[in-house]
């Protein structure tokens, strides 16, 4: 199973960035990570979780509406490395988040089969 460790988190002011970064270990092989989706979720205090960002294996990417244009996914197989780049940070943005892996290009959190233990963003206004 791949192990998948994030970092990055932390308190920051409104409309500041933050860099999250997600990497994969264990029996991963750098071929297996090529393939994988790779996806962020959070999970906001009281609430459910839910997905934030994913890129394919090609790179095709997907972002839920409220972070479009604020939010950036990228990967580095290489280094098997999902990073998520976070600009114009809002109070609304605070949560744990949880960088996951999957087979399939898809926002449906059942089809992610291995999870980070996350790493909490703080946005103070």
């Known amino acids: 199973q791949v192990r998948l460790v994030e970092s990055g988190g932390g308190l920051v002011p409104a409309e500041g960035s933050l860099r999250l970064s997600c990497e994969a270990s264990?029996?991963?092989?750098?071929?297996?990570?090529?393939?994988?989706?790779m996806a962020w979720f959070r999970q906001a205090p009281g609430k459910e979780r839910e997905f934030v960002a994913a890129?394919?294996?090609?790179?095709?990417?997907d972002y839920t509406d409220s972070v479009k244009g604020r939010f950036f996914i990228s990967r580095d197989n290489a280094e098997k490395t999902v990073y998520l780049q976070m600009n114009r940070l809002k109070p609304e943005d605070t949560a744990v988040y949880y960088c996951?892996?999957?087979?399939?290009?898809?926002?449906?959190?059942?089809?992610?089969?291995?999870w980070g233990q996350g790493t909490q963003v703080t946005v103070s206004s």
């Open positions: 996951a892996s999957s087979a399939a290009f898809t926002r449906l959190q059942r089809a992610y089969d291995s």
């Open positions: 264990g029996r991963t092989g750098g071929r297996t990570f090529r393939v994988m989706t």
């Open positions: 890129i394919s294996r090609s790179e095709s990417t």
